[in-house]
């Protein structure tokens, strides 16, 4: 039987490889979710640029953090990206308003399904994945300054005497505490305010939303602004936390889908928990267990593997699977949101 040091080591562990970073990628997904979720709400289609345009976004906040950094401006211990946020919000929201403007507004006006859309918003994907590789290039782009680590593993060990140290880094602290600040804010908005109201009588029935009075121009122009912004907080704590690759956001359009779908799409509360449910299954499933496993039989038995269920390249299979099995035994979510048509 393990002792209660034995414990306190394999929990030590786990927050350190497990629960910490799931939390901090729970929480970038959750925000990159919430995006989803409001334009399939509100737009009624599913948007499948929404990685490459929170790809946009952070490579505009990359860019100004360089030149930033150049000018030997900075705010240590604070990442210097910080600086370059509200740069990079301000152009993905242009760029956002640019593309409605000029591509979705066309099918908006013609009420065609939500399919012709959906092929519409692939398109636009591909061509905010072009633009943005070909800006900043297709390598990896490490931009984070400033203090490394709130918890540092050696100062841990020091300070309890424990085996195993953790490590919380200030992107993964910051990641959480912004997004709960970005949320509580957000659920003000539509919550308190005129235009968030309209926005949910928008997007539960159209029709009298607009017999009412209310700007369909307008909840669409706040929509994408509110769609921006999320997308390039939640692209710039992803790219502090990680590094920033523009393929990478490419491939997260899955998780964020399938954490929006997760909780119901349409539903914000949803997509939150979805993104956390996706974020711990995914660490959750490609962690090796096997350090875990020696402290909880106090090494009386070794396994002779590395009691991994799944290989981290099949991390995002595993988003994959979650959003087929929504799908079919329960397609409208947690929180019962809308069915994708």
Do not use: C
Not at 99 to 104: L, M, P
Not at 129 to 152: E, K, S, Y
Request: net charge positive.
């Amino acid at each position: 039987m393990p002792d209660f040091v034995d414990i306190l080591n394999a929990l030590a562990l786990m927050s350190n490889f497990v629960f910490v970073p799931a939390l901090s990628y729970g929480a970038q997904l959750a925000l990159g979710a919430l995006g989803i979720t409001l334009v399939f709400g509100i737009l009624r289609f599913a948007n499948f640029a929404h990685g490459d345009q929170m790809a946009f976004g952070t490579m505009v906040v990359v860019l100004v953090t360089f030149w930033l950094q150049a000018m030997g401006v900075s705010i240590d211990p604070v990442p210097t990206a910080f600086l370059a946020l509200p740069i990079g919000i301000a152009v993905a929201i242009l760029m956002s308003l640019g593309i409605d403007r000029t591509v979705y507004r066309f099918y908006r006006k013609r009420r065609v399904a939500p399919v012709i859309y959906v092929v519409a918003s692939v398109g636009v994907m591909y061509l905010l994945n072009g633009l943005t590789r070909f800006v900043i290039g297709p390598d990896d782009q490490r931009f984070a300054d400033g203090a490394r680590f709130l918890i540092n593993a050696r100062e841990f060990k020091e300070m309890t005497g424990l085996a195993e140290g953790i490590t919380i880094k200030v992107s993964q602290g910051l990641t959480v505490l912004i997004s709960i600040i970005v949320v509580i804010a957000l659920f003000w908005f539509l919550q308190k305010t005129r235009m968030g109201k309209a926005m949910r009588a928008y997007s539960d029935n159209e029709d009298l939303a607009l017999l009412s009075g209310i700007n369909p121009e307008k909840v669409v122009a706040v929509t994408w602004i509110i769609a921006a912004t999320l997308a390039t907080i939640a692209g710039t704590m992803y790219g502090l936390d990680k590094s920033f690759k523009p393929f990478t956001y490419f491939q997260l359009i899955l998780p964020m889908f399938a954490a929006a779908i997760v909780g119901g799409i349409g539903q914000p509360v949803g997509a939150i928990v979805g993104g956390f449910i996706v974020a711990f299954s995914e660490v959750m499933l490609t962690y090796a267990y096997k350090k875990v496993a020696l402290y909880l039989t106090h090494g009386g038995w070794e396994p002779e593997g590395l009691l991994q269920i799944l290989s981290t390249e099949y991390k995002f299979a595993i988003s994959f699977l979650i959003l087929v099995v929504v799908l079919l035994v329960r397609p409208t979510g947690i929180f019962r949101g809308k069915v994708i048509t």
